[in-house]
């Protein structure tokens, strides 16, 4: 009897190691997309911080009029909103009537919180998701866990310096794809076991409002 739950043991590890090898090479092989060419209007943009290219881009889709606003989450509390727009030239007026910088964030759960609540405030339903390609699949498992019906169109950013095609030859593009993909999994754990616990207790909500800084559209 030992024996059998020993060899039994053994084969459920060893099936859980390959399955998660197997969804560690899906993750790999499907990050690396170029964003949409079309994409249709949303109510907000969320820019998930990690570097300048990615609000660049936040801005480029504000100034095309894909949405109304736009929340820069998870901003580092000594940077201001003037040292964004310094950094992003061509983009002034937009900060000065259609930007908001949330300053709550620490990680990408924070963001997640940061986004919902900002999202409440305005009651927008529809929200582009802007983020790097590799930490794209995470930002959606939790930003779907905190908030639930929520429509979310993501736009991945491809980082020059990730070498997604060629991960296997360069380990310092597979150590880091390989920790996003564990967070990745382990994020996606907590967004079915949330499911389960929401379905046990419907009125359960979540915490308080980000520090969010916002500017009301007021251009003549």
């Known amino acids: 009897m030992a024996r059998r739950l ?21 993750f790999v092989t499907s990050i690396h997309r170029a964003p949409p060419i079309t994409l249709a209007r949303a109510d907000g943009i969320v820019v998930l911080t990690g570097g300048t290219e990615r609000i660049r881009r936040g801005l480029q889709l504000l100034q095309r009029d894909r949405a109304r606003r736009l929340l820069i989450s998870g901003v580092n509390r000594r940077t201001s909103r003037d040292a964004i727009a310094e950094r992003t030239p061509g983009f002034q007026t937009l900060f000065r009537c259609c930007v908001d910088v949330g300053y709550r964030a620490q990680n ?3 963001n997640a919180r940061e986004t919902r609540d900002w999202a409440r405030n305005h009651s927008f339903d529809h929200l582009i998701v802007v983020t790097s390609s590799y930490h794209m699949p995470r930002s959606l498992a939790e930003l779907h866990s905190a908030m639930p019906g929520m429509k979310l169109t993501p736009y991945p ?32 754990g907590r967004f079915c076991l949330k499911g389960i616990a929401d379905i046990a207790s419907p009125n359960a ?8 800084q916002e500017h009301n559209k007021n251009i003549s």
């Open 205 to 212: 909500d979540s915490e308080g409002a980000p520090v969010v």
């Open 157 to 188: 950013v491809i980082p020059a310096s990730v070498r997604a095609e060629a991960w296997y030859a360069n380990p310092g593009t597979a150590k880091l794809l390989f920790w996003e993909y564990t967070k990745f999994v382990a994020a996606l």
């Open 108 to 110: 990408t759960i924070g």
């Open 6 to 26: 020993v060899r039994w043991s053994f084969g459920l590890t060893a099936a859980a190691v390959v399955l998660f090898l197997l969804g560690f090479i899906v």
